[in-house]
């Protein structure tokens, strides 16, 4: 098999985008822990004394002003933050600081890969007794099933506590409306009515100059293969993190994709659409989620799946040269079994760890209750809907964002609220403040209702992405098999294979370690239940 560039740093990549709980250990190093619970606990916030403490995260150009809310918290728990802030490369900065030994008190994650790789080399250290002691208000947030997700399943034990985001609802598919007007057509919701409209789409050509692209892909996630998940939703195979590599049956059993017992069906289903010119021809060769949009701004693609932001933003671009143009958020594709569903957003990201030198130093306990703070009433509703007076003011007692900050993310982020950094809980509440900029559901206009019908029709279809999980098998061997499956995978599709012969290369694919591969994911998903 053809041996990746990327190899095994592929994984690392893709959880960063959609910052999904992968459950993973390994290593010969003991990790950092405090077996002793601690002894005694700090006197509740603020604290009695100035606590000073450091902490690493990556510096976003979104946040240029987040010293309004940092210097907030600051104030309130009567503490001195350093803040290490990384402008690019913080995988890369990350990778340094370990190797160097001179560690921040808390550290800001991307995924749970790098989390772990700080524990394999002492340098995160074991939160569990710090979170019975010191973390009354994340034991409240987290559910005793969310609880089992923050474990390390080979050892049982947190090292990290993650970001919240109460908001399930991400991506919605989306379709000319306007062209399907045009055309006499309704609005597709199953399988066959949907092949039947893109079919439709090809022959009329509404873009003129047999330019239509019916399917144009996923102008959110990474391009590839992802610009065909919802018909994999539509055969009842839903996606873990980013990938497309492993799925849930309906009987909770975590195994690959390629052995779905309804894969072949998608498959052979792929090929047709493909064959018929009703999915990009050039899905594989487009890189980026922009690369995708631009299909969509230039007024060619049909279809697709958007961020429901996107598809209003889209919708703006099209109007400029016609005013009837939009891009319609629809339901999920309803498949032949039955399956309606959509992925959501993962519910926790990016966790934040405590570093073996703060617990040296006597001050993990206090950055631990730095860190729980984040979790409680006064810590969500400074970080959600800022400062009283500046960013909100109160009505019947609840926050309600004021002045530019009812207009979008760009000014709230501006000043360091739902910053998706050490630690987070983002509140639905202050997401459909933002996102009404004001106004109340029915005032809205056609255009500024696409992100809220685009988020809350789907939510009956919403499905949290499965755990990515990895193995010793996986990190040993997954770095060939599975590029090779998806070599072939997509050669099956476009027509250069045989669907029998991508099943020649599965059961190539499973002696050569695929079934090794399964069997510890399998396990590792057990433990976890």
């Not at 693609?301 to 109007?319: C, D, K, P, R, S």
Request: charged residues 25%; neutral net charge.
């Amino acid at each position: 098999m053809r041996k990746p560039v990327l190899g095994i740093l592929l994984l690392s990549a893709l959880l960063l985008v959609v910052g999904a709980f992968p459950a993973v250990a390994t290593g010969k190093s003991e990790p950092a822990t405090s077996t002793k619970p601690p002894a005694a606990a700090p006197a509740a916030l603020p604290y009695a004394e100035r606590f000073e403490m450091s902490i690493m995260r990556p510096d976003l150009a979104a946040f240029d002003n987040a010293a309004v809310i940092e210097n907030e918290i600051d104030r309130r728990l009567n503490m001195k933050t350093t803040w290490i802030k990384v402008s690019a490369n913080y995988l890369e900065k990350l990778n340094v600081t370990l190797a160097s030994g001179d560690l921040p008190d808390m550290v800001y994650m991307q995924n749970y890969d790098q989390l772990y790789q700080w524990v394999r080399e002492g340098a995160a250290i074991d939160l569990t007794n710090l979170i019975a002691k010191y973390g009354a208000n994340i034991n409240k947030r987290f559910s005793a099933d969310d609880k089992k997700l923050m474990k390390n399943p080979l050892d049982g034990k947190v090292y990290g506590v993650a970001g919240i985001v109460e908001l399930k609802e991400l991506n919605t598919l989306g379709i000319r409306k306007d062209w399907l007007d045009n055309l006499g057509l309704q609005i597709p919701e199953t399988l066959a009515e949907w092949e039947n409209v893109l079919r439709q789409l090809k022959a009329k050509d509404p873009a003129g100059n047999q330019s239509t692209i019916p399917w144009g892909g996923n102008t959110t996630d990474l391009a590839g293969l992802a610009a065909l998940r919802p018909f994999y939703e539509a055969y009842g195979i839903m996606m873990e993190g980013a990938h497309l590599r492993w799925t849930l049956t309906k009987d909770n059993k975590y195994i690959s994709t390629f052995e779905h017992p309804r894969y072949r069906e998608l498959l052979t289903t792929l090929r047709k659409l493909y064959a018929d010119g009703l999915i990009d021809k050039e899905f594989m060769v487009r890189k980026t989620p922009l690369e995708v949009q631009q299909l969509f701004h230039s007024g060619r693609a049909a279809a697709g799946v958007h961020a429901a932001w996107t598809a209003q933003q889209l919708t703006n671009t099209l109007i400029t040269t016609n005013p009837k143009a939009v891009i319609l958020p629809v339901k999920p594709i309803k498949g032949p079994y039955g399956d309606q569903m959509l992925r959501g957003r993962p519910k926790y990201f990016n966790p934040a760890a405590i570093s073996i030198k703060a617990q040296k130093a006597g001050k993990a306990e206090k950055v631990m209750q730095r860190l729980d703070w984040v979790y409680s009433d006064g810590g969500i509703e400074l970080l959600n809907f800022g400062i009283e007076g500046i960013h909100h003011k109160k009505v019947d007692g609840k926050p309600v964002l004021i002045g530019e900050y009812t207009k979008g993310w760009a000014a709230l982020r501006k000043d360091g609220l739902n910053p998706f950094l050490i630690g987070f809980y983002w509140s639905l509440d202050a997401y459909k403040q933002s996102m009404l900029s004001g106004k109340k559901l029915e005032e809205l206009t056609p255009l500024e209702r696409i992100p809220y019908d685009g988020l809350f029709m789907n939510t009956p279809y919403i499905y949290t992405p499965l755990l990515t999980l990895v193995t010793k098998a996986d990190q040993e061997l997954g770095a060939d098999i599975f590029p090779f499956l998806e070599e072939n995978e997509v050669k099956a599709i476009v027509g250069g294979i045989t669907i029998d012969q991508f099943f020649q290369a599965l059961e190539r694919a499973k002696k050569d370690g695929l079934d090794k591969i399964s069997a510890e994911t399998a396990e590792q998903w057990k433990r976890i239940q």
